[in-house]
């Protein structure tokens, strides 16, 4: 059989070498390397595992294992190039949170946990954000966006939808 | 904020000319209790981690901040990043730790570039690294390290579990992280607002501190506030300041109960606005929603519930399975199908979750259930249909 295409690319495994000398051993480095996957593939597929052990020096039902415990690794489907997390918790579910979840479901034509079908979006519900003064908050990205409104979510979607693919963080 | 009116590096001067037993205490003279909601009183938890014996010893900043309602350590670590790292440097001068952590919630990632910043001005200025302040041999550095959308991570076994590299699911207790933590080393793990305060308490003294809280909640406390009230934020408030006098502060006069200390916290009802926010009364990591006369309670008890749910890690049975039933009941009651005797059945489930659940996430999810059926059971029994 021939070998298999490593999945990571050089520049992945080398931002991942790059947290070994801030950790004392190997295994403390899975969770930033699981980020630094997610980073450049959008998920963190079971291929990934397997390499990201192989680095690390662990075996792959470790680094699965961990992995599994946080929900913010995906594993299946890569997510949209952003990823907007509502808050659902009660601060802001209290001030139209609800209603805005539905309307950007309704809008992106997505429920919570999909990717919308151009591979732009991905809609995810998520608890207190820390932002409950600016209720109700999302984060788009690593982006904290305050006191959001229909109006906003509108202007927020257009400007994903008008910005080229390399803009999006 | 009281933090705005402290002179940089004056508490880490004040450490540095002191004896690390003089540091602790004046800590301890100071009454300062950890503001990240239960209260432990810091000057123990640091001599304890002293002296235990271990020539590696961590000092980890727990900026998981995840209870809902909670924001102030957002705005701690977004103003006066200097101040929490000078308290962790503080904290590495009482224990005698050379590695710092700071735990970072990943939905705080847009902090992450600031704190690194500020790290390495510190690092420039000899604050961190080596022979800091020109002190032979006194060496410490700071690391941030992502948590990944975890709540339960907040809880400090879970968060150490977590910094190994491992799923992150409570431990048992003891041993205590202050022997047994970070990678089996002596280890204190404390809130961001805690480091803050005792970077004031060096500069200030003791007695400036003690001035304001009460006797056994000393000091000021900040508290994130929201929900219906005109002026949401973060206030710089004593202890002991009755619920009353914290709505007229933020606006929210009309309020007809408050939640203190977010879903793992209290419901308290209008009847007992006069008592007291503090640890000896109702204690509080400083999460403060607000609800107007029109909240409908059981939505509150539902909205909570479903958060424990999520965020239950799933090791012990109580909080696993005992999270979903009272949900269940909720829904029940919404619909007007729960009788008495089951709502009674519910009330001794969530007191068994309170007694036998494993860390402090399953003991706490059922109080709210529990202080919404005690204080608004009319509100709650209009809808059992007489049953
Ligand atoms: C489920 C759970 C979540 C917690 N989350 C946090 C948190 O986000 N931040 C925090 O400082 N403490 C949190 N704690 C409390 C910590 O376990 C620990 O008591 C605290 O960090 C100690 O710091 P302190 O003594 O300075 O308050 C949590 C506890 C539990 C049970
Ligand atoms: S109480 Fe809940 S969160 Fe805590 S250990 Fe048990 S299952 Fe996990
Ligand atoms: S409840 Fe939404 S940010 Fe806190």
């Given at each position: 059989m021939p070998p298999t295409e490593r999945l990571l690319s050089d520049e992945t495994l080398d931002a991942i070498r790059a947290h070994f000398p801030r950790y004392p051993n190997r295994r403390a480095v899975v969770l930033p390397a699981l980020h630094v996957v997610?980073?450049?593939?959008?998920?963190?597929?079971?291929?990934?595992?397997?390499?990201?052990?192989?680095?690390?020096?662990?075996?792959?039902?470790?680094?699965?294992?961990?992995?599994?415990?946080?929900?913010?690794?995906?594993?299946?489907?890569?997510?949209?190039?952003?990823?907007?997390?509502?808050?659902?918790?009660?601060?802001?579910?209290?001030l139209g949170g609800e209603d805005l979840l539905d309307y950007l479901c309704e809008k992106l034509g997505v429920q919570p946990g999909e990717t919308t079908a151009d591979g732009r979006v991905t809609l995810e519900v998520a608890e207190c954000l820390g932002a409950c003064d600016f209720a109700p908050a999302i984060l788009v990205g690593t982006t904290l966006h305050k006191n959001m409104t229909r109006e906003k979510i509108d202007a927020l979607v257009a400007s994903l939808e008008d910005s080229r693919e390399d803009d999006l963080s | 904020?009281?933090?705005?009116?402290?002179?940089?590096?004056?508490?880490?001067?004040?450490?540095?000319?002191?004896?690390?037993?003089?540091?602790?205490?004046?800590?301890?003279?100071?009454?300062?209790?950890?503001?990240?909601?239960?209260?432990?009183?810091?000057?123990?938890?640091?001599?304890?981690?002293?002296?235990?014996?271990?020539?590696?010893?961590?000092?980890?900043?727990?900026?998981?901040?995840?209870?809902?309602?909670?924001?102030?350590?957002?705005?701690?670590?977004?103003?006066?990043?200097?101040?929490?790292?000078?308290?962790?440097?503080i904290a590495a001068v009482a224990i005698g730790a050379r590695h710092g952590i700071v735990y970072l919630r990943?939905?705080?990632?847009?902090?992450?570039?600031?704190?690194?910043?500020?790290?390495?001005?510190?690092?420039?200025?000899?604050?961190?690294?080596?022979?800091?302040?020109?002190?032979?041999?006194?060496?410490?550095?700071?690391?941030?390290?992502?948590?990944?959308?975890?709540?339960?991570?907040?809880?400090?076994?879970?968060?150490?579990?977590?910094?190994?590299?491992?799923?992150?699911?409570?431990?048992?207790?003891?041993?205590?992280?202050?022997?047994?933590?970070?990678?089996?080393?002596?280890?204190?793990?404390?809130?961001?607002?805690?480091?803050?305060?005792?970077?004031?308490?060096?500069?200030?003294?003791?007695?400036?501190?003690?001035?304001?809280?009460?006797?056994k909640s000393t000091g000021h406390k900040l508290f994130s506030v929201s929900g219906d009230c005109r002026r949401p934020g973060v206030y710089d408030l004593p202890l002991g300041?009755?619920?009353?006098?914290?709505?007229?502060?933020?606006?929210?006069?009309?309020?007809?109960?408050?939640?203190?200390?977010?879903?793992?916290?209290?419901?308290?009802?209008?009847?007992?606005?006069?008592?007291?926010?503090?640890?000896?009364?109702?204690?509080?990591?400083?999460?403060?929603?607000v609800f107007g006369p029109g909240r409908d309670m059981l939505r509150v008890a539902k909205n909570f519930l479903e958060f424990f749910i999520d965020e239950s890690c799933g090791q012990c049975t109580p909080c696993r399975e005992g999270a979903p039933r009272l949900l269940e009941g909720i829904e029940m009651l919404h619909r007007g199908d729960c009788s008495m005797t089951y709502l009674d059945e519910l009330c001794s489930l969530g007191e068994t979750m309170q007694l036998a659940s494993k860390c402090g996430l399953g003991q706490t999810a059922p109080s709210t259930f529990l202080s919404v059926?005690?204080?608004?059971?009319?509100?709650?029994?209009g809808r059992t249909g007489g049953n």
């Open positions: 997610n980073e450049y593939l959008g998920c963190v597929p079971i291929r990934a595992v397997v390499e990201v052990a192989d680095l690390l020096g662990l075996a792959p039902a470790e680094v699965q294992d961990t992995l599994s415990f946080y929900g913010f690794f995906k594993q299946d489907a890569p997510s949209g190039r952003v990823r907007i997390w509502v808050c659902r918790s009660l601060s802001c579910a209290a | 904020m009281t933090f705005g009116e402290i002179e940089p590096g004056a508490g880490l001067k004040s450490a540095l000319a002191r004896p690390p037993a003089d540091v602790l205490a004046r800590i301890d003279a100071s009454g300062l209790r950890g503001r990240g909601g239960a209260g432990f009183p810091t000057s123990l938890k640091w001599e304890l981690a002293q002296k235990s014996k271990g020539d590696k010893k961590y000092v980890i900043c727990n900026a998981d901040e995840g209870e809902p309602g909670t924001f102030k350590d957002r705005v701690i670590l977004g103003d006066f990043a200097d101040m929490v790292f000078e308290g962790m440097t990943a939905e705080y990632t847009y902090l992450r570039g600031h704190l690194e910043a500020v790290l390495q001005r510190r690092r420039e200025n000899n604050l961190l690294g080596e022979n800091i302040c020109g002190r032979e041999g006194f060496d410490f550095d700071i690391e941030v390290h992502m948590g990944a959308g975890s709540y339960v991570c907040g809880e400090e076994t879970a968060l150490i579990e977590s910094l190994e590299g491992q799923r992150g699911e409570p431990r048992n207790r003891p041993p205590f992280p202050i022997d047994t933590g970070y990678l089996g080393n002596p280890t204190t793990v404390n809130n961001v607002e805690t480091f803050a305060w005792a970077v004031c308490i060096l500069a200030k003294g003791a007695d400036w501190f003690k001035r304001l809280g009460t006797e300041i009755t619920v009353a006098e914290l709505l007229a502060e933020v606006g929210g006069e009309d309020a007809k109960a408050v939640q203190v200390g977010g879903a793992a916290g209290q419901c308290i009802p209008r009847r007992d606005f006069q008592r007291g926010i503090a640890y000896e009364d109702i204690p509080t990591g400083g999460s403060i929603i059926v005690q204080n608004f059971r009319d509100e709650i029994l």
